[in-house]
Every structure is written in C-alpha cells, then in structure tokens.
C-alpha cells in the first residue's frame, strides 16, 4: 500500500502545481470540476479510513484537500462542491467503519489507485 501512497501523493502534488487558478469569470464552465469534486470525495474518504486503520497520518488527507482548494482557488458554488464532496467522502464511511476492516483496507487501496488516475489524467489534459 505505501507504494500506491506514493504514487497518489506524487500524482496529486503534480496536479496542485500545475493547474492554473481558473479566472474568476470563467469559474462557471471548468472542464475538471467533476474530477476534482471526485477527487475531494476520495480525499474525505481516504481522511477517515487511514485513521480508522491506524496509519497515524493526522491530518494529512485534509490538508492534501486544503492545499487542492488552496492550487485551485475556487469560489462561491464551485470551493462550497468541493469541500461537500470532501465531508460527503469522509461521512459516508465514518456511518460505516468504526475499526479497520478487509473490506475498509480495499476501499483504502481502490481511493489511492482512483486517486492517483484522476490526478495523472487531469494534469495530462489541462496542465499547462
């Protein structure tokens, strides 16, 4: 799993430094919103899971989400989907895991391949 980790990681630092902040007029149209609403959901998903399961990351996901938002610069309707998408990811499991599972640990494994796909394939497309 930390091999998938690092990929994730690498994979999602390489989208925070390359996406442009989007102009605040053209906020509305974003091609990638829904890969990053995504993306948000598997971070808050990724935020509750790892603790349930012991890695002892802290706040590490959240602040992955913080610095997202904080590459990304959204405002208005598009920052208030993505940080729902985080809290919807993190809720969804916090309902259903109290202690760390085989099937919590899959879930775990399937967010950081999930993840680490979306963050190659949004910099491949958009990056300048």
């Not at 690092?6 to 053209?26: E, T, W």
């Amino acid at each position: 799993m930390n091999r998938a980790f690092s990929r994730f990681a690498c994979a999602l630092l390489v989208v925070l430094s390359l996406l442009p902040a989007a102009p605040a007029a053209a906020q509305q149209t974003i091609p990638f919103d829904g890969d990053l609403r995504r993306l948000s959901e598997i971070l808050g998903a990724l935020h509750y899971l790892r603790e349930v399961c012991g890695a002892a990351e802290g706040q590490k996901w959240r602040n992955e989400m913080q610095q997202l938002v904080d590459a990304e610069a959204p405002t208005g309707a598009r920052r208030a989907q993505m940080i729902a998408s985080f809290n919807r990811g993190y809720r969804l499991y916090q309902q259903s895991y109290r202690t760390c599972t085989p099937a919590a640990d899959a879930a775990i494994r399937k967010y950081l391949q999930e993840g680490t796909k979306i963050a190659r394939e949004v910099t491949a497309r958009y990056a300048n």
